[in-house]
């Protein structure tokens, strides 16, 4: 008799505080028998995972915890498969997704949303993303640093709110003044700029500052910074972008 395959839910964590999570993601978990992710990431809902199956593990370990999870749903289990932010944003939605295809036996795979780390950035600095808006990551740990830069110049190039993800790192502490380098060809020196470090976690830090004064101190990968357009202006420690309707 065969086993009844199980199924996988790819959970969008949000920022990771249950204030944050959706009643989908909650309701995704609580229906699991087994979670899998990132160790910090289990320490985040640790209260809503106290009685269930936890398996971490530690950083760029994404396609054993894919692996894993998959393999849990062929012998029946369900699975939720958790993720920072939203998982389909620089998460885990797109491995799972690419590995399950690859199955001769592939499983069931719902993908439930979360609050990306942009979002939860903008609310806290204001309204900053209220037009076309770029997501970029600094890290070239699966991209490499000549493609960064060409899309980090069309973004400046072409006016783009632009978000930065995994800005600064031990392991390339200069990145993030190369971007700002890149901007400052195409953008004012005056040009807005928001810093939000650990959005809705404890320590929570916000800085609304200029693209020329862009600091590199407190900036790590728990750090998102929004270079705002040639239009985004700061007005009563909001950062603002206008949308363009008629006040």
Not at 95 to 100: F, K, M, Q, R, S
Not at 117 to 134: E, F, K, N, R
């Amino acid at each position: 008799m065969s086993v009844k395959k199980g199924k996988v839910y790819v959970v969008g964590l949000g920022p990771g505080g249950m204030e944050q999570m959706t009643s989908q993601a909650v309701q995704a978990i609580e229906a699991s028998d087994t979670v899998v992710g990132y160790q910090v990431y289990i320490n985040l809902i640790k209260d809503l995972v106290a009685a269930k199956e936890v398996i971490s593990s530690g950083m760029r370990q994404e396609m054993e915890r894919c692996e894993t999870a998959l393999s849990l749903a062929r012998e029946g289990k369900t699975v939720s498969l958790v993720s920072s932010g939203d998982p389909g944003i620089y998460g885990m939605a797109g491995p799972l997704l690419e590995l399950n295809s690859q199955q001769e036996d592939p499983v069931e795979v719902v993908v439930v949303p979360g609050i990306t780390a942009a979002s939860m950035a903008a609310a806290i600095l204001g309204a900053p993303l209220m037009h076309d808006t770029v997501f970029i990551s600094l890290s070239d740990h699966l991209t490499p640093w000549d493609i960064i830069k060409k899309r980090l110049h069309l973004a400046a190039e072409g006016d783009f709110i632009t978000a930065l993800y995994n800005p600064r790192s031990y392991s390339r502490p200069h990145y993030l003044q190369r971007a700002q380098q890149i901007f400052l060809n195409y953008r004012k020196k005056e040009t807005v700029v928001g810093i939000v470090r650990n959005a809705a976690r404890d320590g929570q830090e916000k800085i609304i500052t200029t693209l020329e004064e862009l600091p590199d101190f407190g900036v790590d990968m728990f750090t998102l910074v929004i270079i705002g357009s040639s239009r985004t202006y700061a007005c009563g420690g909001k950062m603002i972008t206008p949308r363009g309707y008629t006040i």
